[in-house]
């Protein structure tokens, strides 16, 4: 057996486990042959998280959109493992990209459930709190932040319960895998119940897609179910601009790598910017 250490999103420990195993290649065992098989083990930052990643990502797989899993223990997902090429890739044009974004948003929001226990609700303003709690905001982030709680709290209490979805959280390209024409998601470590328009919105802000591209692809997922006004994504993506920059932050608060200070940098930036617009 072989363990290979993979590239898990930017804080999370992913490894391929491979193995050769002896299969059976007629009826009376007289002939065999040695296969390579393969898996994903994922650590997370505890049973609770691994078990919720679980639950949406076997909601994934029995809708063809995910991998199977294959066991969970404590903090540690095994998972099949796909073959295939991140979306991130830089050989795939941004149009292709974002073709690829609707139909999986699409999809996404298709998805049913037959419990809504089985998830947490997402609370946009508990997780601003959680993340700004230890870093340290200049008086224009401060200004930032205040802004997003506002808008938090209106979108938290004004969101239908009816309309609340499973939703992935973090549709960075780097976690749609491309495989024969056909896409899996991985990595549903943020799956919540939500609404379409935060799930459009964190898709938009993690990979800093133009404002002017929101809008054709908002204007492609009009007709799905949950996605209604455009002012309320842009409402959501405001403060998911702010999730962002606060997450690397911590991150880079922890890891002083100063990747993760250019990525806040970046979504601070957009961040002001679209506070800029809706103020108008």
């Not at 609707?102 to 946009?124: A, D, H, Q």
């Not at 895998?177 to 943020?190: A, G, H, P, Y």
């Amino acid at each position: 057996m072989t363990v290979k250490s993979l590239q898990g999103g930017l804080h999370n420990s992913v490894y391929l486990v491979s193995e050769n195993v002896v299969e059976e290649t007629s009826s009376d065992s007289s002939f065999t042959q040695i296969a390579p098989q393969h898996w994903v083990a994922k650590r997370l930052k505890s049973p609770l998280t691994a078990q919720y990643e679980a639950n949406a990502q076997r909601i994934a797989s029995d809708h063809d959109i995910g991998a199977n899993v294959i066991d969970v223990e404590g903090p540690w997902i095994v998972s099949e493992w796909i073959p295939g090429v991140l979306l991130a890739d830089e050989s795939f044009p941004i149009e292709y990209k974002v073709q690829v974004l609707v139909e999986v948003l699409s999809r996404l929001g298709s998805l049913t459930i037959e419990t809504k226990n089985n998830f947490n609700r997402l609370s946009i303003q508990s997780v601003l709190e959680e993340l700004s709690f230890d870093v340290r905001l200049t008086d224009l982030q401060r200004k930032l932040l205040s802004s997003a709680n506002k808008q938090a709290t209106n979108l938290d209490t004004s969101t239908n319960e009816e309309l609340l979805q499973l939703v992935h959280g973090d549709l960075n390209f780097s976690n749609i895998l491309i495989e024969n024409e056909k896409f899996k998601v991985i990595d549903f470590e943020s799956a919540a119940l939500a609404s379409q328009e935060y799930e459009l919105a964190m898709a938009i802000a993690v990979n800093e897609i133009p404002l002017d591209v929101l809008k054709e692809i908002f204007g492609k997922l009009c007709k799905y179910k949950g996605i209604v006004e455009f002012e309320v994504v842009m409402r959501n993506l405001f403060c998911c601009y702010l999730i962002n920059a606060l997450w690397y932050e911590n991150q880079y608060l922890e890891t002083k790598q100063r990747q993760f200070s250019t990525l806040a940098a970046k979504q601070w930036r957009l961040a002001e910017n679209l506070h800029d617009e809706l103020m108008k």
